[in-house]
């Protein structure tokens, strides 16, 4: 292994996962927006917002743990740490908010679709990567 491979993966995990964060919530930000402008301007119901809430924080989290684990070894742990750095937030933001639309079950159901999509995604980011090189 050449000894910049070394230090990159020696490097901390605090950057990469605040990366894949990062892309994960302009992810969020954009579907959010989209499907804001389809629920003013057409007919759909809003009974659909749980779904594609869940939906996407599973893309979100999938492609933010691809990010963050696309930077080193240990894809799993990355993946599943951007996926819970992703919940806690987001549902930190919800609660402070005051949005009780959706119970504690709700909540936990997220977590756990944002933890598990955000390690998948950190096995394909250090998949994609080694085979790169």
Do not use: H
Not at 4 to 13: A, H, I, S, V, Y
Not at 30 to 55: E, R
């Amino acid at each position: 292994m050449k000894k910049r491979d070394k230090e990159r993966n020696n490097e901390g995990m605090v950057l990469p996962v605040l990366k894949g964060c990062g892309i994960a919530y302009l992810i969020t930000c954009v579907v959010f927006a989209v499907f804001a402008f389809i629920l003013t301007y057409t007919d759909v119901s809003d009974s659909y917002i749980p779904i594609v809430a869940v939906i996407c924080t599973a893309f979100s989290c999938f492609l933010g743990g691809t990010v963050s684990a696309n930077s080193g070894s240990k894809g799993l742990l990355r993946g599943v740490v951007t996926g819970v750095v992703y919940a806690c937030i987001l549902i930190a933001v919800n609660i402070l908010a005051g949005s009780e639309t959706e119970g504690i079950t709700g909540k936990i159901t997220m977590f756990v679709c944002a933890m598990a999509s955000g390690g998948a995604g950190g096995i394909i980011g250090v998949n994609k990567k080694q085979r790169k090189c």
